[in-house]
């Protein structure tokens, strides 16, 4: 439930006294005015361009492969660490662009 919700609901509740009711609508109100749309810090716009990368290295291998397999294989991933790219496949996958799967003790990443 966002804070949104919870105030309206509470205003609901106590509609009978005007002093919570205006206070909760005040509290939806400054909800409302935050920036909803905040712009990315550096290291996000740097990490849509290593994704980027990254699709693009999957790609020009075309088969599943390990995060090592798959930094040894891109030069543009060569001075990223195993534990960045795993962070931004991860992501990916959140986002459905990629596919893991796992081979015993071995996650495979590929283009979905």
């Known amino acids: 439930m966002t804070k949104k919700e919870m105030y309206a609901n509470i205003a609901t509740m106590l ?13 939806i109100e400054l909800l409302s005015n935050r920036k909803s749309t905040k ?13 980027e990368n990254i699709k693009v290295a999957l790609a ?9 397999e798959l930094i040894a294989s891109a030069d543009a991933l ?12 991860r992501k990916m996958v959140e986002e459905k ?5 796992i081979e015993g003790k071995k996650a495979l990443f590929s283009l979905a």
């Open 15 to 27: 509609s009978d006294n005007a002093e919570v009711v205006e206070f909760c609508n005040h509290e």
């Open 39 to 51: 712009s990315m810090t550096k290291t996000q716009k740097a990490n849509v361009e290593v994704m």
């Open 60 to 68: 020009e291998v075309g088969k599943a492969v390990t995060v090592t």
């Open 78 to 89: 060569a001075g990223f660490t195993n534990q960045k790219v795993s962070a931004l496949l």
């Open 97 to 101: 662009v990629v596919v893991k799967t």
